[in-house]
């Protein structure tokens, strides 16, 4: 089955700084790879994802990078705020069955300094 | 007009005891999932239905049951409860058809057992 790594495990940053988390898949029949946010006592929720016929993908402050000859995907968090401290989770699926079942990466826990 | 919603929130019980945890999705989706969150905040897959039809049985003990009734519903119950039994449950579901791999998830049901 797929694994999926995941670090650090944990990331601490000043406000303002850039954030980066990486991530690396072992199965080459993924080709769909989110990225999930999880604030304290909530639920994880997706904040951006990317398949395996992109490079890069942005969404304002996030940007997600994969590397599909490495196997290796990384989440960008530019200009940090401190609503962007939680938990980050990775993760790398393929169809099966026309579902994609995702396989979670350990998870980077972010914590940004006012 | 929560989207995926599971029940009970809290779940205190004693060891040996039997319990059930109850999730329902409004989305239409297709597919739905048991997913465990540890204490170190692992997300784990545990079990995932594609309408009604179990598709993914991880090396969940067999103490561990789900039901899907029909494809909005899927209940999870658990039999002889032990102590390493104790974390976050978390339903949630995807829409395999159109393929966004997206996974909605619910507020996670906290099961303590003492």
């Known amino acids: 089955g797929e694994n999926v790594e995941q670090h650090p495990s944990t990331l601490s940053v000043q406000e303002g700084d850039s954030a980066v988390i990486k991530c690396t898949y072992s199965d080459s029949a993924s080709n769909y790879f989110p990225w999930y946010k999880q604030e304290l006592g909530k639920r994880p929720q997706l904040i951006i994802d990317i398949r395996s016929n992109v490079g890069e993908k942005k969404d304002q402050r996030i940007a997600v990078t994969l590397n599909k000859t490495a196997k290796h995907f990384s989440l960008h968090i530019t200009e940090t705020q401190p609503e962007d401290s939680a938990v980050y989770f990775c993760a790398a699926s393929m169809g099966t069955g026309g579902s994609y079942i995702p396989t979670f990466g350990r998870g980077t826990s972010l914590i940004v300094h006012p | 007009d929560t989207a995926v919603s599971q029940t009970p929130k809290y779940l205190v019980t004693q060891m040996g005891n039997d319990k059930s945890i109850k999730c329902e999705q409004n989305l239409g989706h297709d597919t739905m999932y048991w997913y465990k969150q540890d204490s170190k905040k692992f997300l784990k897959i545990m079990f995932s239905?594609?309408?009604?039809?179990?598709?993914i049985n991880e090396t969940v003990p067999n103490r561990f049951s789900p039901k899907s009734p029909d494809k909005a519903h899927l209940n999870l119950h658990i039999n002889s409860l032990e102590l390493g039994d104790s974390a976050v449950y978390f339903c949630?579901?995807?829409?395999?058809?159109?393929?966004?791999?997206?996974?909605?998830f619910g507020e996670g049901s906290r099961l303590t057992v003492l």
């Open positions: 949630a579901s995807s829409q395999g058809q159109a393929n966004t791999g997206e996974l909605f």
């Open positions: 239905y594609n309408n009604k039809e179990l598709i």
